[in-house]
């Protein structure tokens, strides 16, 4: 989400650059006054939301005092967790919950949520953007006027703030949901299946050696499974790129993306979030493995591999994910 992660960020490049004391007049707004305009700005975007949270916290609570009179213990604790997970806005699951009268509330909060978030993010943007172009001019009104050390600290929170609005905007195009259609790229020792919902998208079997599946639609959110394989005592290497041949985009998939899921899953070839939060994040780059590139695209994918000759590994395509190519 954007909201009180942009918030934080901004805050924190106010501390860290310090603010510029001395600009004339005549120049025109000063970066004090350019950062409290986006400030107030922001927090305007984000109270719909904040009221729509608050409201949804009150009918939580109203629905636990409710049960509560039936003496229905099993389904106040359900609602209470659910209340205590949105309060630390850590909900677990984008499932819906098993209890009718929760499920309802939760439906028409998470689309309204929705709702709402698209039309902050749209505004959101063309805040930054227009923010980054008046410190753009700002720097160029203090060089003019050789304020060079004010010209350098407003180019430094420039630069800062062109960052965080790619950042915003990957965040904005990429929203769960967001779907691609194209092809996996991978270079696997020896062998490779991938598994969406349980059902194979792709098998490679190669000594070594590159390869790509047929086209299939991707989507940010999805939860992917990979089985790969090393027959032998040789290097054990995979990489993998998704390239979308509907839109200029891409899907890397790094080290700190994967988990490993060699015995949670058992037969099965599908995880859940709740076990893709249990997995082992320990996966690493496998020892040996060159750092080359072995695709005739530039990716930022990187060469991973599990603990044994067998391993599984699992990622959630999430926005960070993706990018133009």
Request: glycine residues 6%.
């Given at each position: 989400?954007?909201?009180?992660?942009?918030?934080?960020c901004?805050?924190?490049?106010a501390?860290n650059?310090?603010?510029?004391t001395?600009?004339?007049?005549?120049?025109?707004e000063s970066?004090?006054?350019l950062?409290?305009?986006?400030?107030?700005r922001?927090d305007?975007l984000?109270?719909?939301?904040?009221?729509l949270?608050?409201?949804?916290?009150?009918q939580?609570?109203g629905?636990?005092?409710?049960l509560?009179r039936?003496?229905?213990l099993?389904?106040v604790?359900?609602?209470k967790?659910?209340?205590?997970?949105?309060?630390?806005?850590s909900?677990s699951?984008?499932s819906?919950?098993?209890?009718?009268?929760?499920?309802?509330?939760?439906?028409?909060?998470r689309?309204?949520?929705?709702?709402?978030?698209q039309a902050?993010?749209r505004?959101?943007?063309?805040?930054?953007?227009?923010?980054?172009?008046?410190?753009?001019?700002?720097?160029k009104k203090l060089?003019?006027?050789?304020l060079i050390?004010?010209?350098?600290?407003?180019?430094?929170?420039r630069?800062?703030?062109?960052a965080?609005?790619?950042?915003t905007?990957?965040r904005?195009?990429?929203r769960p949901?967001?779907r691609?259609r194209g092809?996996f790229y991978?270079?696997?020792?020896?062998?490779?299946?991938?598994?969406?919902g349980?059902?194979?998208?792709?098998?490679?079997?190669?000594f070594?050696?590159?390869?790509?599946s047929?086209?299939?639609?991707?989507a940010?959110?999805?939860?992917?499974?990979?089985s790969?394989r090393?027959?032998?005592?040789g290097?054990?290497?995979?990489k993998?790129v998704?390239i979308?041949?509907d839109?200029?985009?891409m899907v890397?998939f790094?080290?700190?993306?994967?988990?490993?899921?060699?015995?949670?899953?058992?037969?099965r070839?599908?995880?859940?979030?709740?076990e893709f939060?249990?997995g082992?994040?320990?996966?690493v780059?496998?020892?040996g493995?060159e750092p080359r590139?072995?695709?005739?695209?530039?990716?930022?994918?990187?060469f991973?591999w599990?603990?044994?000759?067998?391993?599984?590994l699992?990622?959630?395509?999430t926005p960070?994910?993706?990018?133009?190519?």
């Amino acid at each position: 989400m954007i909201g009180k992660w942009q918030s934080r960020c901004w805050v924190l490049l106010a501390l860290n650059v310090g603010w510029v004391t001395h600009v004339c007049a005549q120049q025109g707004e000063s970066l004090e006054t350019l950062r409290t305009k986006l400030s107030l700005r922001t927090d305007a975007l984000e109270r719909p939301l904040l009221e729509l949270s608050a409201k949804y916290e009150k009918q939580l609570r109203g629905l636990v005092n409710k049960l509560g009179r039936t003496g229905n213990l099993e389904s106040v604790l359900v609602v209470k967790q659910e209340l205590e997970d949105h309060e630390k806005n850590s909900a677990s699951s984008s499932s819906f919950s098993k209890l009718p009268e929760l499920a309802r509330l939760q439906r028409i909060y998470r689309q309204s949520r929705l709702q709402l978030e698209q039309a902050r993010d749209r505004k959101v943007l063309k805040l930054y953007e227009g923010h980054a172009k008046q410190l753009a001019s700002l720097e160029k009104k203090l060089t003019t006027q050789r304020l060079i050390d004010e010209a350098a600290k407003v180019r430094k929170e420039r630069e800062a703030a062109t960052a965080l609005l790619q950042k915003t905007r990957q965040r904005v195009t990429f929203r769960p949901g967001f779907r691609m259609r194209g092809r996996f790229y991978v270079d696997v020792d020896d062998q490779v299946t991938i598994y969406r919902g349980g059902k194979q998208l792709y098998h490679r079997n190669n000594f070594r050696g590159t390869g790509k599946s047929e086209l299939v639609e991707l989507a940010v959110g999805d939860r992917l499974l990979f089985s790969v394989r090393n027959h032998g005592s040789g290097p054990r290497r995979f990489k993998v790129v998704f390239i979308a041949q509907d839109k200029p985009y891409m899907v890397n998939f790094r080290v700190a993306d994967f988990a490993e899921f060699d015995e949670l899953l058992g037969q099965r070839r599908e995880f859940t979030e709740e076990e893709f939060a249990k997995g082992d994040r320990e996966v690493v780059m496998e020892d040996g493995v060159e750092p080359r590139n072995p695709f005739e695209f530039p990716n930022k994918s990187q060469f991973v591999w599990g603990r044994g000759s067998h391993t599984m590994l699992g990622t959630t395509i999430t926005p960070e994910m993706c990018a133009q190519r």
